[in-house]
């Protein structure tokens, strides 16, 4: 069983920084391609930025120059660095396996005020 543990979350203004972390136990995150999923209220859930196995990155071009996928294999954690964030960031964040999803975890809020 793959939990996925997300934090980092916070209330930010506008223009600020967060970075978000995605701890995973169970499975080991560089065997696998994985991502950042965000869902803000009364829309479905998007990915945002994705990390392969191999190491390539891909980012949603809303986030693009904005926000950096990393992972630390020793740490078998994820991390999404967020800068100059924007009102419309405001999501819960979700880390998980591309394809195949393992169960969700609970996420972490982000909220960028104006």
């Known amino acids: 069983q793959v939990q996925l543990v997300e934090s980092g979350g916070d209330l930010v203004q506008a223009g600020g920084s967060l970075r978000l972390s995605c701890a995973a136990s169970?499975?080991?995150?560089?065997?696998?391609?994985v991502g950042w999923y965000r869902q803000a209220p009364g829309k479905q859930r998007e990915l945002v930025a994705r990390?392969?196995?191999?190491?390539?990155?891909n980012y949603a071009d809303s986030v693009k120059g904005r926000f950096t996928i990393s992972r630390d294999n020793a740490k078998n954690t994820l991390y999404l660095q967020m800068n100059s964030l924007k009102p419309e960031d405001t999501a819960v964040y979700y880390c998980?396996?591309?394809?195949?999803?393992?169960?969700w975890g609970q996420g972490t809020q982000v909220t960028v005020s104006s």
């Open positions: 169970g499975s080991i995150l560089s065997w696998y391609d």
């Open positions: 998980n396996r591309e394809a195949n999803s393992w169960s």
């Open positions: 990390i392969t196995s191999g190491g390539r990155t």
